[in-house]
């Protein structure tokens, strides 16, 4: 596999996406672990699998379905994500943002990305929702961004802005979107982490005094390349286990698919009544 994408890479993707699907969407979507059924309400819808689509990561892990699905949602036209693929199935960071910088290329210009997340503030509890307002970015801090490599001028300039990661507009819209659904969503600062393991007690001590709120093992490279592009994005965690400060529990990814079960439909609520919105 290619450690760095080239422009010829992406435009092989677009060129066999846009065989088998003749839509044209400006908004997309991730779905993360556990939480891709909203793709499934979808119809009628065109799926592509990534085994399909030439040097598009796959996907490995339990509750990834690893396909594209576009179709008609809240009178939008939309391209999902049905799982995504992690820097610790084996990837190198720049292939992690690939899909981002398809999206690019197809002229996407909002992206909503959602994560199973696990708690780091105390405060928070299983089963609810947190709005993404900020990221701290420990894996490109040290060393693993997706941008690095020679910058292709196509997607976006060689020192990309980040200081608005995600859109405060999106997220205003998200926030309507939850009250009217009766959802009190939190809203707080997500920390990727390049995993597998779950953090240990001192970990997340350690994220917690640095700011974070979640933390999880994806979204914040999709992030930094979307915005490498200039698409607007709204960030969406469910938080599926209670923080584990003092060593008191085990976390299990059965248990994440299992909260993923209880934050689908609040999920779902926000992510459509963005869609009506937009």
Not at 14 to 25: F, G, L, M, Q, Y
Not at 229 to 240: D, E
Request: with cysteine.
């Amino acid at each position: 596999m290619a450690e760095f994408v080239s422009l010829e890479m992406v435009d092989e993707a677009v060129s066999a996406i846009e065989k088998r699907t003749s839509r044209k969407p400006k908004i997309a979507m991730i779905l993360g672990s556990g939480l891709g059924g909203l793709a499934d309400s979808v119809q009628p819808a065109d799926y592509i699998p990534y085994e399909d689509i030439p040097h598009w990561p796959k996907s490995t892990v339990a509750g990834h379905k690893g396909r594209l699905v576009f179709g008609e949602l809240e009178g939008n036209s939309v391209m999902i994500m049905q799982g995504r693929a992690h820097y610790y199935e084996g990837y190198p960071i720049t292939i992690i943002g690939f899909p981002e910088r398809v999206m690019i290329r197809m002229g996407i210009e909002i992206l909503i990305v959602t994560n199973a997340a696990g708690a780091v503030n105390p405060d928070y509890e299983p089963g609810q929702v947190m709005l993404i307002k900020d990221h701290l970015s420990l894996m490109a801090m040290g060393g693993l961004n997706p941008l690095r490599g020679s910058n292709i001028e196509e997607f976006g300039e060689r020192f990309p802005d980040m200081s608005r990661p995600y859109d405060y507009g999106l997220l205003e819209t998200a926030k309507e979107a939850a009250a009217e659904n009766d959802i009190k969503p939190y809203e707080g600062v997500y920390v990727c982490l390049a995993g597998p393991s779950f953090e240990s007690p001192a970990d997340l001590r350690f994220l917690r005094m640095a700011g974070a709120d979640a933390v999880g093992m994806s979204t914040v490279p999709e992030v930094i390349v979307a915005r490498h592009g200039k698409i607007r994005v709204l960030g969406i965690s469910g938080i599926s286990n209670k923080a584990n400060l003092d060593g008191s529990t085990i976390t299990t990814h059965e248990e994440v698919l299992e909260a993923g079960k209880i934050l689908v439909p609040k999920l779902e609520a926000i992510i459509r009544g963005v869609l009506q919105r937009l």
